[in-house]
């Protein structure tokens, strides 16, 4: 299972896996999918989504820090979790609006 994890803001990831080829696609549920803060692995979540999903958001996550995430099948217990990819979310910043010739712009400054 080929999976990817990509930030796409300071408090989100988005992660794509490759579906898993089986006889009967009955015979698992979905996918869990556990992510984790490289700073403390101890801090794991996980989300499950059903067996025709092969993509999931993850939000609500800490700005500017890097996180593993990794995908198994599960039915009633979870298949060999993937090898973890890792990702880090953005640094947090401020929008602001500015008016310039009367036409309206949105800078984002990242302010640490």
Do not use: C, K
């Not at 989100?12 to 579906?19: E, F, K, L, N, P």
């Not at 999918?33 to 939000?59: A, C, K």
């Amino acid at each position: 299972m080929n999976v990817t994890a990509r930030a796409t803001g300071a408090y989100s990831i988005h992660v794509t896996w490759s579906a898993i080829s089986v006889v009967d696609p009955r015979s698992f549920f979905g996918y869990r999918v556990v992510y984790f803060p490289v700073s403390n692995p101890n801090l794991v979540r996980d989300i499950t989504v059903s067996r025709d999903d092969i993509e999931v958001n993850i939000t609500g996550l800490r700005p500017f820090t890097r996180y593993g995430v990794q995908v198994a099948v599960y039915s009633t217990e979870d298949g060999n979790y993937t090898t973890p990819m890792y990702a880090e979310t953005w640094e947090a910043g401020e929008r602001r609006v500015i008016i310039v010739e009367q036409y309206q712009y949105i800078v984002t400054s990242f302010d640490g």
